[in-house]
């Protein structure tokens, strides 16, 4: 018979279907194929390399998802609020091979239980792309040239950041990541306000090329005790709010 190549727009969209295995010669899945399939919990796909916007959306149920290819293109709210129902402790298991993304789109993976993201180069970034993913643990970014504001706010369980060519952390950018205790930054020069607001846990930042950091970007992270920032040229007066917090900069910088 004819080899399906993609699945429709709209096919499978507000179905009671709880289990879906995709042929092998399926590599695209339309705009919202699945969407509001409240119901599904596994769906597994070999050669998939394309999924259109909003094709899972709220499937709060899916626990499994598993492409064994890389993803080439995602769609904005691709996978909005997909595993949400599953906890950390049931958790989900996202098996998603994006390194070859270069544009992440808005509301992508935003309140979904994704746990890990490993990203190679972006060109973009939505602005709601993982906002409030309660379960996201680990992220690597190997180039990223911008952020918007607040790209990473709310994701509650977030531990460990590493972005490279990012030059600028914009306002809000991890703002009420309470989890996180280590987050690195290569190539940020400057730190924008409340960057990492309420981080409480945040113990340990790599900021070497930092120049300015702005007014309260380090708001409420209490558990950091020094703050190493070798090239700073500049910081505003609110800076820092913590008495003990020891900052070390340049000797020839005055406060």
Sequence with gaps: GTEIKKIGDGVFEDLDIT???LPDSVNEIGNYSFRNCTKLKTVFGRNVKV???????????????????????????SFYNVGNRQNIFTGATFTLRLSKLKVMPDGAFSKSAISYIQLGELTSIGATSFRDCNQLVNVNIDYLSNMPDGCFKGCASLIYVNISGLAYIPSGAFSCCESLLTASFPDAKYIFSNAFESCVSLSEINLPLAKTVYSNAFNGCDSLTVLNLPEMTGFEDDVYIKSDLRVYFPSNLER
């Design 19 to 21: 289990e879906v295995i």
């Design 51 to 77: 999924v259109g916007e909003y094709s899972f959306y709220n499937c709060d149920w899916l626990k499994n998802v598993f492409f064994l290819s890389d993803l080439e293109s995602i769609g904005k709210f």
